[in-house]
């Protein structure tokens, strides 16, 4: 079974019922920022993977090639764990 021209006016037409002449730019518009934001996580994962393959096992992180430049995207909670494991088990680890 093949697409052909009336699948394809079938789809237009139904986009058109669906969102509107004047909403369908800005959701191409919508769609192409999220596939954008989407590609360029995918591309930063495997770049952080590429960065693993590359290190020695159990060699810590080189600064700067994390792949990511925003420290609001580090891992605190398992910083935090490595830091409470580290306490012991009679530790409060509220405190």
């Not at 009336?6 to 800005?26: E, S, T």
């Not at 398992?78 to 409060?92: I, N, P, S, T, V």
Request: hydrophobic letters at 35%; charged letters at 35%; a negative charge.
């Amino acid at each position: 079974m093949r697409i052909q021209a009336w699948h394809i006016i079938v789809l237009i037409v139904a986009f058109i019922l669906l969102f509107g002449w004047k909403n369908l730019p800005n959701a191409a518009r919508s769609l192409g920022e999220s596939m954008r934001v989407f590609k360029t996580e995918v591309d930063q994962m495997k770049d952080d993977s590429a960065a693993r393959k590359d290190r020695a096992p159990g060699e810590p992180p080189v600064p700067g090639q994390t792949g990511t430049t925003d420290d609001r995207y580090k891992d605190t909670a398992q910083e935090e764990y490595r830091r409470l494991e580290g306490r012991g088990d009679d530790a409060d680890p509220r405190a």
